[in-house]
T-cell receptor, first 114, second 118 residues
């Protein structure tokens, strides 16, 4: 079964600093990978997804992620953090043929200080 | 109005009571899902449905049941609630392509239903 591991339940950065949220996957087949964001008191929304077209994927709000097969990783980055980026971020992998369902990681809460 | 609407948004109940959480959508998606979120555990899949006649168990379906009353409605029931079912529950929908055979992986979530079982 596919799974993802998010390293660090909390990450703290200063406004303007680089954001790096880590995700490693375990999959017996080429994976399809996703990052979702959850703002306070809201449901999750899609940030970006990797479906094998390009290893560097750009998403909304200046986020991007790079698929590295050799490292089984799909880390999320943003060059300069903004206060509005404070949220919980979830990595997910598709399981089953035809994107039947997503398996989520345990989440990383991003804290941004002024 | 939200595209994916969950009711109730908050519910406090007692052990042994039957609870139904309802989800309705206006996005026209065939696929619908129920997840529960617990601190430190992320989201775990309870049930999912690809159409009215297609219901599938997720990784934590014990103690739960679902009903897909229509394409737009998908309800989650707890027949006899217990305290470890206290959690935030999310309904989500997902579009398909190629005549409905293939998903896209993009989930559209409701705002959640917070359930507390005393």
């Amino acid at each position: 079964a596919q799974s993802v591991t998010q390293l660090g339940s909390h990450v703290s950065v200063s406004e303007g600093a680089l954001v790096l949220l880590r995700c490693n996957y375990s999959s017996s087949v080429p994976p399809y990978l996703f990052w979702y964001v959850q703002y306070p008191n809201q449901g999750l929304q899609l940030l970006l997804k990797y479906t094998s077209a390009a290893t560097l994927v750009k998403g909304i709000n200046g986020f991007e992620a790079e698929f590295k097969k050799s490292e089984t990783s799909f880390h999320l980055t943003k060059p300069s953090a903004h206060m509005s980026d404070a949220a919980e971020y979830f990595c997910a992998v598709s399981e089953g043929t035809g994107f039947q369902k997503l398996v989520f990681g345990t989440g990383t809460r991003l804290l941004v200080s002024p | 109005d939200a595209d994916v609407t969950q009711t109730p948004r908050n519910r406090i109940t007692k052990t042994g009571k039957r609870i139904m959480l309802e989800c309705s959508q206006t996005k026209g998606h065939d696929r619908m899902y129920w997840y529960r979120q617990d601190p430190g555990l992320g989201l775990r899949l309870i049930y999912y449905s690809f159409d009215v006649k297609d219901i599938n168990k997720g990784e934590i379906s014990d103690g739960y049941s679902v009903s897909r009353q229509a394409q737009a409605k998908f309800s989650l029931s707890l027949e006899s609630a217990i305290p470890n079912q206290t959690a935030l529950y999310f309904c989500a929908t997902s579009p398909t392509r190629d005549g409905g055979r293939i998903g896209t992986g993009e989930l559209f979530f409701g705002e959640g239903s917070r359930l507390t079982v005393l």
